[in-house]
């Protein structure tokens, strides 16, 4: 038997050769055909050489194998070597091991008689891979030990058994699946080729003649028992149905056990390293002199130590501090430091001194009647004098608190002694330094100071009022269904017209040129003339309403235009405009051509109308408006209209007829609205007591909001010329700021609230209802819920 296993050593050495005179061959001559082509030749060798040697064909196919597989060229080298040199340096184990071996090779090629190339190539390449797993078991230095050589032994055993038959069929390796030699490339590439890649023969590999559909996937599933254990494989376009070995061997790694059933993952570990202490040293080396010797390093470091101890330096054993240690929390800080420089004490809070009420039996005039006992249960607790009701107890001990005062005391204690103690920086800031800088209001005179005229005569509330164009004379409208018009200097009625119903809005025509007072109580509007002043201005007034020439074709409008004759005429009566609903405000074009009128009402469209008087025209500018309409206003220079709504304020442009601004208000519900003579700032008074001053060249949002009245505000006024403007509320105060507008657009407005007017009297919780400015003078008219119109100068 030693014999053979030579023989195949041999063969070994000898394919090898035979393979690089092969690959020697092939370079020279390109033109012959490739040995594995050649099927003639290795029919012939099949026949010839069945037993043992392999024909260089075979040889050659094999080699172009191993060449296909990961070993590296240096590895075969080195499997040379070994092969050369395993017969000298095998042991006797080695012996036995390959005797073992060539009788299992024996019963091998005995069971396996019919392919015998096969069985010849797979009895080489066993020759090479048993002398590589020889030599790593040589590395490992298992082959040693007594039980070494019985395991080695069915290790080769396994190796011979697995090596014979087809080599694919049992494929152990973790590469790619040789078969399909196209490489490890996308397999979309051959989507448009008949066949997906070539086999070892050079031929292609042609794909199934029909892919499976769903359907056909379908079917498969529900007919084929196979179909679970199917799988398809893209680099043969074939599927692969899965051994009970292969399914056994992916349940296992999938519960996470080995691969190998083989493997007992509880083997017992070898210690490669005994614990047992050896009683020789490693080196039998004599011990140096220098081992005997006290070395002079350490010998000064000693001196050192004793020198230090003399002098006090170093304290060998030092006495233990018996007494019990208290951690300061502030005592390691550095005085230098801002919280070490600020000074901790912290003074109790200054309480009130108990007085007599306060006693549990206190005398007789501190405890309250029945009266008022019940007036301070009614009161608000803010409202009241006392916290608590003074009452009168026999003894301390039948004071309700008296049970639980000592425990409350204690827990009071407890608290003081638990409290957490955090130092916090106190910031030093001077009071005044957070008041913004502002200018005295003497720098900022003139403006209205004092209460000068009152205007008596009305006898319901004042709702509105307006100063003529030129400042001589003021026009009062009142619930008592009256209008009065004043002479400003002396506060003289000059003339009153009674209306048929509660006069909600008076607003003099701005134009100097025309003599007109627009009125509106109920849905009627009219237009007064009430011929003061300059004879010239009211006679020209009248000629221009009787100059209206109607047109041909008489359009339908939503107001009635009427004019007045007869005594109606006599008393001032010049136009009248029927609205189909009650009208609230008006409000002139600086022009004072066109008028506009408020008809509040939710859901509505006909809330704002525009009427032109030279034309007697009126029209709606809103197909529908969003939201109840409050009031609204001309633009002084260009053609803007504003709509204040309950929240928003909006900005119409009436030539292009679109919205170009809205303004949010940021409160619950505006009352009134003016616009700065420049145009570019304007106030809104809120019933929540709030006036917003809109930039309108910087944002939608208020630039300010001031709560300087305690109430709701019922009307706003800027003034024409001086830098004020003015506010009146239901708390009977008329407040005066002064608001400069800077024309460079890089400073911002300054607002500074300068005087508080009183005099008007609240009554029904009604205080200032309107106010307005005298048109030249700083002096300020208010009208009241008390019937009176009050100048401030």
Known sequence: ?????????????????????????????????????????????????????????????????????????????????????????????????????????????????????????????????????????????????????????STFQNLTTAGLGDEYEHDTSDEEDIRNTVGNIPMDWYKDYPHIGYDLDGKKIFKPIRNKDELDEFLDKMENPDYWRTVHDKTTASDIRLTDEQIDLVHRLQKGQFGDVNVNEFEPSIDFFTNEVMIHPVTNRPQDKRSFIPSLIEKEKVSKMVHAIKMGWIKPRKPKDTTPKYYDLWAQEDHNAILGRHKMHVPAPKMRLPGHEESYNPPPEYLLTEEERLAWEQQDPEYRKLPFLPQRYACLRAVPAFSRFIHERFERCLDLYLCPRQRKMRVNVDPEALIPKLPKPKDLQPFPTTMSLVYRGHTSLVRSISASPTGQWLASGSDDCTVRIWEVNTGRCLKTLEVGGAVKCVAWNPNPAICLVAICFDSTVLLLNPSLGDRLVSSSTDQLISSYEPPE?????????????????????????????????????????????????????????????????????????????????????????????????????????????????????????????????????????????????????????????????????????????????????????????????LQNPLIVPVKVLKGHQVTHDLGVLDVTFHPTQPWVFSSGSDSTVRLFT
């Not at 000898?14 to 003639?40: C, G, H």
């Not at 709504?645 to 208000?665: D, G, H």
Request: aromatic fraction near 6%; proline fraction near 4%; hydrophobic fraction near 30%.
């Open 1 to 153: 038997m030693p014999t053979v296993n030579l023989e195949l050593q041999k063969n070994g050495t000898m394919s090898k050769a035979k393979e690089k005179s092969a690959k020697k061959r092939v370079a020279e001559d390109d033109d012959d055909q490739l040995p594995i082509f050649d099927k003639d030749v290795t029919e012939k060798d099949d026949v010839e050489e069945s037993d043992v040697d392999l024909s260089d064909s075979e040889e050659s196919v094999f080699s172009g194998l191993e060449d296909s597989g990961s070993d590296s060229d240096d590895d075969e080298e080195d499997g040379e070597d070994d092969e050369d040199g395993d017969d000298e340096d095998e042991d006797d184990g080695y012996a036995i091991i390959s005797n073992e071996n060539m009788k299992e090779c024996d019963n091998a090629e005995t069971s396996i008689e019919p392919t015998a190339p096969e069985s010849n190539t797979s009895k080489s390449r066993d020759g090479k891979s048993l002398s590589k797993e020889k030599r790593k078991l040589k590395g490992q230095g298992l082959a040693s030990e007594d039980g070494g050589e019985t395991r080695l032994t």
């Open 553 to 745: 074709e008489d359009k339908e409008q939503e107001v009635v235009w009427a004019l007045s004759e007869g005594p109606e005429h006599d008393k001032g009566h010049r136009l009248t405009l029927t609205h189909p609903k009650p009208v609230k405000q008006l409000a002139w074009h600086g022009k004072g051509d066109y008028l506009s009128s408020v008809m509040p009402a939710n859901s509505s469209s006909l809330q704002v109308l525009i009427h032109q008087v030279s034309r007697r025209r009126t029209q709606n500018p809103f197909r529908r408006n969003k939201g109840l309409v409050q009031c609204v206003s001309f633009h002084p220079v260009r053609p803007y209209f504003f709509v204040a709504t309950q929240r928003y304020v909006r900005v119409y442009n009436l030539i292009k007829q679109e919205l170009t601004k809205k303004l949010t208000a940021n409160c619950k519900w505006i009352s009134s609205m003016a616009i700065h003579p420049g145009g570019d700032n304007l106030i809104c008074g809120s019933y929540d007591c709030r006036l917003a001053w809109f930039d309108l060249d910087l944002s939608t949002k208020p630039y300010k909001m001031l709560r300087h009245h305690k109430k709701a505000l019922r009307g706003v006024a800027y003034h024409k010329h001086y830098p004020l403007f003015a506010s009146g509320a239901d708390d009977g105060t008329v407040i005066v700021c002064h608001g400069m507008v800077y024309n460079d657009l």
